[in-house]
């Protein structure tokens, strides 16, 4: 009763840039924290990006100085603005949250987007 539905995915070349979209919806009362997670052919799953509700962001060093998450609390929507990209960046990329739930929907609970696929050709 709750959805993640991630958008901006693509091909693109090293160097370029893409813009990754995020907006929940359904039963929701709050979110917590919102963030990007991506996963290689291979590889476990790993966190790229969070940001909380008041604001603080957290990016893996791998993506520090190339990513910045942001978000717009008002719209239940989080953003991953990728730039510089590299090869190494190529994944399934997934939204997350941390719901507060409404109406039947109860408690706090994950919710996971369906993937948006990002490639970088070298």
């Known amino acids: 009763q709750v959805q993640l539905v991630e958008s901006g995915g693509g091909l693109v070349q090293a160097g370029g840039s893409l813009r990754l979209s995020c907006i929940a919806s359904g039963s929701i009362r709050s979110i917590r924290t919102m963030g990007w997670y991506r996963q290689a052919p291979g590889k476990q799953r790993e966190l790229v990006a969070s940001?909380?509700?008041?604001?603080?962001?957290n990016h893996a060093d791998s993506v520090k100085g190339r990513f910045t998450i942001s978000r717009d609390n008002a719209k239940n929507t989080v953003y991953l603005q990728m730039t510089s990209l590299k090869p190494e960046d190529t994944a399934v990329y997934y939204c997350h949250a941390d719901v507060v739930g409404a109406g039947n929907v109860v408690g706090l609970f994950e919710a996971w987007g369906q993937g948006t696929q990002v490639t970088v050709s070298s």
């Open positions: 940001s909380t509700t008041g604001g603080t962001t």
